[in-house]
Every structure is written in C-alpha cells, then in structure tokens.
C-alpha cells in the first residue's frame, strides 16, 4: 500500500512540474504560534524549537477547488506578507474562482476582485495582471490580518464589505453576503487544509 500511495504521489508530482511554468520549486512551509496567539508562516525558520513543518515542498497544491497555475504565485506572495498561503488561496476561490479576468456589477477586478480604489492604494496599476492581482490583494489582506489581530472572520469580513462596515456594526455587518462570504471562504479553507494535511500524511509514510 505504502509503495502504491509513494508510485501516485510521484506520478502527481511530475504532471504538476510539466503542467506548471518552470520557476524555483516550493520551499518547506514552517509556522510558530507567538505568545499573544499570532501564527507566524516562514519558508526559512529564524530559529530551531518553535518552528514547526507545516507544509513539505511540492504539497501545497490541492487536487480540489482547482486554482490552476497561481499556485506559486499565491504561495510565494503570501509567505513574502506572512499570510497563510490556503488562506489567500480561499479568499481567490471565493471572490473570483480563479478567473483572472473576473469583474464584478460593483467594478472589483481580477482574481482577488480589487476596487480600483484599494488597487490604487496598494500600489497596483493594472489588477487584471495576475502578479499584480495578488500582490495587490495579499498586501490588503495582510494590513486587515493586522488590524484585526486573531479574529480571521472580521478581516475576512472587512475584505468583502469595507472596514468602515465592520467598524460601524463592531462586527461582521448584518449583510446576507458578507455573511455568506465569510461561511464560504473559511469552508475552503477547512477544505484545502484538510487536503494539505491528508498529502502530508501520504509523503511522510
């Protein structure tokens, strides 16, 4: 069973590295959780015994809820801002489902469905550029990660609805969409989670 599960896994590896454009494979994926409750993500450990291997190289990718080829991109912008990269990854799948040309009724762009004012506070100048999308978007939601220290479901809130929502209502807004729009990003991310740790699992026999 073991060699069966090692004979997949190496076959599934090599149509990533045929599929994917050539660029530098994954590093591992370390986390440490600090005194005030903050999960720290790092592709190199600044010291041995708090780190721990979250992710092993070549793992990141999820067979489910497909993102194409953006993985590494999502992976490499989020571990550069600190953010968990399965969540970044969540925050695509619900905003856009990876359509890099996506544009909603409300004029939000690209794959991380930036308003043109939030891509022009970050820096973006066209947001249906992919590295530009992302860089834009994990930029965002790292300086809402900030804001909002360990509450996951404000920040995600506040991505869909505005902080000034999450501000007046000190919460997330009674708006059927924003609530919806937390449940389903933090569904996703349960999901690739899983996923990831079930391809760990397999590796590490």
Not at 99 to 126: R, W, Y
């Amino acid at each position: 069973m073991r060699f069966l599960c090692q004979k997949i896994l190496l076959f599934g590896v090599l149509v990533l590295s045929i599929a994917y454009h050539p660029s530098p494979a994954f590093a591992d994926i370390y986390t440490f959780t600090d005194e005030n409750g903050v999960i720290h993500f790092s592709n190199v450990p600044t010291s041995k015994g708090k780190w721990r291997l979250k992710m092993k190289e070549g793992h990141f990718d999820s067979k489910k809820l497909s993102s194409g080829n953006y993985d590494r991109l999502i992976y490499s912008t989020a571990i550069r801002y600190g953010l968990d990269p399965l969540l970044v990854k969540a925050v695509i799948k619900a905003e856009s489902d990876f359509d890099v040309l996506a544009t909603s009724h409300k004029g939000a762009m690209g794959l991380m469905q930036l308003m043109p004012e939030t891509a022009n506070d970050m820096g973006i100048d066209d947001a249906y550029d992919p590295v530009q999308n992302i860089e834009g978007g994990v930029k965002y939601l790292k300086k809402l990660m900030g804001t909002y220290k360990t509450n996951l479901s404000l920040a995600i809130a506040s991505y869909n609805a505005g902080e000034k929502a999450v501000q007046k209502y000190n919460g997330i807004p009674p708006y059927k969409e924003t609530q919806e729009y937390v449940k389903r990003v933090l569904n996703y991310l349960r999901t690739y989670k899983n996923a990831s740790n079930a391809s760990f699992e397999i590796a590490s026999k």
